[in-house]
């Protein structure tokens, strides 16, 4: 059985401009046609944007939080690396509304140390609440490290099970099971959500990728 799609898009800095909400202000110097400028804040995990994806609506009533529901977000983005220190991640996340679930993207200069990214959790508000790192989970890298540019996340909210990689070293990933499942099926269905950590960093993101898939 071929996988349904339930929502697709390729979002570029003018589509996010114009679709997106966002609780962190844009750099206008530096946005452009081909990269989305956020500048610095006052905020730890302050939430930079927000899009709704798909409502409750647009997805299949027998959809149940069970084990054997086949639902995937996938995600692919493009970030551009500043170079300014000192480093401040950046979490894409998928939310229900109650809560939500993603990676936290870090600074290739710790990579050695940390690895490219965390698993990472909480509640979804103008300020992540509650957020849970799971530093555990962090595999860090050998061999020669670099800014990869493009990120791909894969996300099944139900199991709470989640991916991510990148094409460093070869191929680098990092599996997650998060605390907590997602339930598409209520009233707010699921949204993209981008958090800084810190407040200090300066970000550029080229493009967002989503794609919702599923099947029974």
Known sequence: MLPITYYHRFMTSDWLQNNAKFDSSIDPTQTNETQLAIPPDVRKFERVLHVDLVNNAALPSQIQMTRSTNLTVKLRMGLVYTGKQPPDPLSFMISDG??????????YNTYHQNGPYYPIEGKPRHVLEQPIIMEDAKIHTEGSVYWPRVFEITLNPIERIGSC???INS?????????????????????????????????LINFIEVTILGNN
């Open 98 to 107: 109650d809560w939500a679930i993603g990676y936290q993207f870090l600074d």
């Open 165 to 167: 990689y990148c094409a």
């Open 171 to 203: 191929g680098h990933m990092i599996m997650a099971e998060y605390g907590q499942a997602l339930d598409p099926t209520t009233r707010n269905g699921l949204s993209l959500e981008v958090y800084r950590g810190e407040a200090k960093e300066h970000y």
